[in-house]
């Protein structure tokens, strides 16, 4: 499919997702949002594709929102993607790991997204801040006043929020907002990275590792609870998997794995 304000590549299973409006910021006007519905409803139909990275173009990772937009009061949803959230995933559960890759600034609608990813790979220069009250709004929705009070220590995420100053990129590694800090022009590199030895994990066992890792979060660990109940129902379909089997003849056979996804 050819999108106009995003870039798509895959790449040996690795679904790369450009945001490519940098003359606006990379900010989301509704065409964006329609394309990224579009581009993540092909992640999730690919079998082929393990995981995805979601990257940008220019100076700035997204500045959240096209606020032009909103002023016309034409800023929406697309039809039929109304329950997907910002961006069309911050609301939508997607069964294969998403990692962000920003470089540069990182605002508002922007950290809603990479909250919302799986796993973050910052430039040294990137930035990251959520201005929303100085324009008399909160950063909800995206789910982020909820996502980035369980990732993040309380003072700082509530500094983040409040405040409406940025964290560098270091601050924001020390906070556990993202998992590296790279040079600026490495970020794709260091997320493909990642991505690549998440691709080495059967199909099954990283989606499920995924879900129940979501799913438990929270619970009580004393058994028996509903975290122990999503856990035993989520591990019995790996172990009656094909690729378990193939998981251990390949360790016996010192080989590679051949997963088949089932």
């Known amino acids: 499919m050819q999108y106009s304000t995003i870039k798509t590549e895959e790449r040996n299973g690795i679904f790369i997702v450009t945001l490519s409006r940098p003359e606006a910021k990379n900010a989301m006007n509704n065409l964006m949002w329609q394309e990224l519905c579009w581009a993540f409803d092909h992640l999730e139909e690919t079998d082929e594709l393990r995981c995805c990275i979601i990257a940008n173009e220019g100076d700035c990772f997204c500045a959240g929102a096209d606020l032009k937009e909103i002023a016309a009061g034409t800023h929406h949803a697309p039809k039929g993607y109304e329950k997907s959230g910002f961006a069309g995933m911050t609301k939508r559960y997607l069964k294969k790991p998403v990692i962000a890759a920003t470089e540069g600034k990182v605002l508002g609608g922007g950290l809603e997204v990479v909250v919302a990813c799986d796993l973050a790979v910052a430039s040294s220069e990137s930035t990251f801040s959520l201005p929303e009250p100085r324009r008399g709004l909160t950063a909800a929705g995206g789910g982020l006043l909820m996502r980035i009070m369980q990732m993040v220590p309380q003072k700082a995420a509530m500094e983040l929020m409040l405040t409406c ?3 560098s990129a270091q601050k924001a590694l020390d ?3 993202v998992n590296y800090v790279v040079e600026p022009g490495k970020v794709l590199d260091k997320a493909i990275e990642l991505a690549e030895l998440i691709c080495k994990g059967a199909p099954l066992a990283i989606e499920y590792t995924k879900r129940t890792a979501y799913e438990t979060m929270g619970e009580n660990v004393v058994y028996p609870s509903r975290g ?21 003849t390949a360790f016996a056979e010192k080989r590679e794995p051949v997963w088949k996804g089932r």
């Open 165 to 167: 100053e940025p964290f």
């Open 175 to 177: 906070c556990f907002l």
């Open 228 to 248: 122990w109940d999503i856990l035993e129902e989520y591990e019995k379909v790996t172990q009656n998997s094909e690729d378990k089997i193939e998981g251990a």
